[in-house]
Each structure stands twice: as C-alpha cells, then as structure tokens.
C-alpha cells in the first residue's frame, strides 16, 4: 500500500537511527544542524548506487541498505576518518511498505555498528536509486590520501580480493558454486566490511590508502597517477580466499583479484621505516603485502616465476564480464 512522504520518512527514517550529542537539529527541519568537533578536520563523502549498475536488481532490501552505507563509510576507512553523519537520498518507483522497512533495516544496522546519525535526505520517486553522503571527523594532517605513495613503499590489501566478482558471477549464472560458498561471495557482495579500524590505525603509517571498488588495479592506478610513481606486483601474493583458490583457475583467480570490483578492501602504500608500526597497528593475518612502489611509472604484474601477466581488464565494467575458468583438479572447500 502506498505511503505519503512523510510518512514514510516518520516511520522509516527519523526514528530508530542512533542518537548522537553533537546532532543539534536532525531529520524534521529544513536542514540539520551539527556540531563540529574543533580540533577534527571534516571528512565529506558522496556514493550513489542504481538499481542494475551497482546492484543486481534481485537483490534484498536489506542488503541495499546495508551495502549504500558500507561503500560510504569504506571512503572514510580509505581516509583514515571515523563516521559521524550521514544524509539520504531515495529514489524509488514506488513506496513499498515490505521493501522499505527491510531497507531501512540493513541500513540501520551498519549504522548502529558504527554510531552514524541519519540527518537528513530527501525521498523522491524514480528508478531505483541510494545516494547516501557521509561526514566524519580526522585530526588535521593525518588523513590517508592517494598522493603520498613514495619509490620503496610496500604496497598491502586488507583482506583478501575478488570475492565480490566471484559473488556477481555466480549471480550472473557464469559459474555453479556448492551453497556455502556462494553464500560467502555474495555476503561478499551484498555486505562488504568497510576497513574502519584498519583505516584510522594506518594514521601516521601510511603514505597513500585508497578503498578497492573498482578493482586492484584500476583503484592502485589511482595512487600511481596521483603520486607520481610505478610499481611492481607479485601475484603468487595476492591474498585469495579458499573460495577463488578452490573453484577457479589461478589465472582466472588472478584475474578476479585484480580486476573485479566491490570487494571494499583498502590497499596502501608503507615506507620500509614504518614497517614495524604497521605490525605492531594491524592483526597480523588482517593484511598482506602484495608489491612495491617504483620510480618507474606503470603498474607491472609478474607470476611466481617473475613473468609478466596482463590482466585482462583494468577494472570493474559495467556489463562487461570477466572470463571465468574453473579449476580443474576437484577439490574441496576448506
Ligand atoms: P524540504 O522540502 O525542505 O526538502 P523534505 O520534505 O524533503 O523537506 O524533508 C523533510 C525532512 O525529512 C527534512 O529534514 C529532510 O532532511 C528529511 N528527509 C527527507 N527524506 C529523507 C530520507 N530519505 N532520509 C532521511 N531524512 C529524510
Ligand atoms: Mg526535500
């Protein structure tokens, strides 16, 4: 049954968010008043996701909610900033009662887990699509930026890569996958962790971050260009989950670490003087390194045997399918 705006913004949206002291004025008025912090510097980030582009058009509500929040709060986890705010903007064909309370649901619960006020929005009807912007607060000078990578820096991930691509080809009904580990890649998918801790932790570490939605090697080419540098990977150390490693050929593994998107890991650049801050910052088995920062420009990927490989894309494309090769050899899932 349909709903009028406001109502829907009553029963969805002004309530049940948590409550933070420094939100003066929030949902009800023309606009939200807040309190900065004045020793912080404001982090503000902006994603949208469209029904069909940046999400399957069968996924569940509650993942749209959760993963609209999850790619926000990731850009401040790539910048070493901790949520405080966030603003919302739905699009949708129609109001749906069922859809929007799940909705509302997954989004609320990433925002409790990590004490993000919903503030304000605006509510509009259209082809479905979530805009949600963030605000939060790093101390000045300490934010992680693209720009610092330096010749020598050890480039790491968090977590392991290409999860996420595996999620969407299953989906996509490219490969068949035994239940728990679909269920894996597509929490994967649908639910990415924003490396939050991770994050502020590399403050004063790092010399570069960047959060991994397009891919590894379009998201590294990003530290490259803005930092003026190269760099060299070694694939046998790319950080792989038993689900790419049991169902997919290493080549077609390779190409799921470095060129799928939506994984939400963060990779970053450490100079060698730093190294054992990072270990001392980071759980050991919570990243790995992957490669180092060159003064030659370009990004060269090299096999075990020190062969260079070309991925077959750069990043994730809309539409545009990575080949999926299964692996052979029957094996188990660990
Ligand atoms: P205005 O006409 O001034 O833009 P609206 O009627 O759009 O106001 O919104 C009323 C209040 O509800 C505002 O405080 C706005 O921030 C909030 N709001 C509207 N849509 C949403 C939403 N989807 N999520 C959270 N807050 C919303
Ligand atoms: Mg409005």
Redesign the pocket.
Known sequence: MPIN??DL?TRY??QKFPKRDDVILG??????LCMIPSDMQLAIAIDTLVEGIHFPSMTRPKDIGYKALAVNLSDMAAMGAVPAWM????TCPETNDAWLSQFSAGLKELAEAHQVS??????TSGPLTITVQITGFVPPNCALKRSGAQPGDGIYVTGTLGDAGLGLAALQKQIVLPLPVLNFVESRLNRPTPRLQEGQALRGIANSAIDISDGLVADLEHILTASGVGASLALDKLPLSNALRDYLSSESAWNFALSSGDDYELCFTVPQNQESALQNALPPNSYTRIGTIEQNHGLRCRDGEGRIFIPQQKGYEHFVKLNVKPRKRRSRSR
């Open positions: 705006e406001f913004i949206f002004s949902i009800g008025d023309d606009a939200a603003t919302l903007v739905l919903l503030i304000g929005g605006d509510t």
